[in-house]
C-alpha cells in the first residue's frame, strides 16, 4: 500500500492531533502532498497541500492558522498538525500524492483513510 495514515482518533474540542501519512514504493520526494478530509454525504475537501522539497504550502481556509503540514523526506512522511479542533473538523482525512508529467496522465495515489471525531 503505497500510502498509509495513522494517527486518528476521538478528541475533545479544542485538543490536538498529529496525523501521519507513510508512503512506500514510490519516490516521494518528487511528490507533492495533499491532505484532504470527507465527511458522508459531502464533497471531498482540501485540507493542506505541500510541495515537493517543502518549499510551499497552502491551507484550506478553515484550516488557517489552525493546521501545519509538513514532510520528512528521508522518512517518506508526510504530517498534519492539528491544533484548536472543533466538532466541524470531524471527517475522515486522507493523504495523496502527486506528481505531473510532461506526457499524460499525472502519477498519483491515495491512502485510505484515518478518522478523527471531535466531540466532548
Known amino acids: 500500500v503505497p500510502l498509509v495514515e495513522s494517527g486518528g482518533g476521538l478528541v475533545q474540542p479544542g485538543g490536538s492531533l498529529r496525523l501521519s501519512c507513510a508512503a512506500s514504493g514510490f519516490p516521494f520526494s518528487m511528490y507533492a502532498m495533499t491532505w484532504y478530509r470527507q465527511v458522508p454525504g459531502e464533497e471531498r475537501e482540501l485540507v493542506a497541500t505541500i510541495t515537493e522539497g517543502g518549499t510551499n504550502t497552502y491551507y484550506g481556509d478553515s484550516m488557517k492558522g489552525r493546521f501545519t503540514i509538513s514532510r520528512d523526506d528521508a522518512e517518506m512522511t508526510l504530517f498534519l498538525q492539528m491544533n484548536n479542533l472543533s466538532p466541524q473538523d470531524t471527517a475522515m482525512y486522507s493523504c495523496?500524492?502527486?506528481?505531473?508529467?510532461?506526457?499524460?496522465?499525472?502519477?498519483?495515489?491515495w491512502g485510505r483513510g484515518t478518522l478523527v471525531a471531535v466531540s466532548a
Open positions: 495523496y500524492a502527486r506528481r505531473d508529467t510532461d506526457y499524460g496522465a499525472p502519477f498519483e495515489y
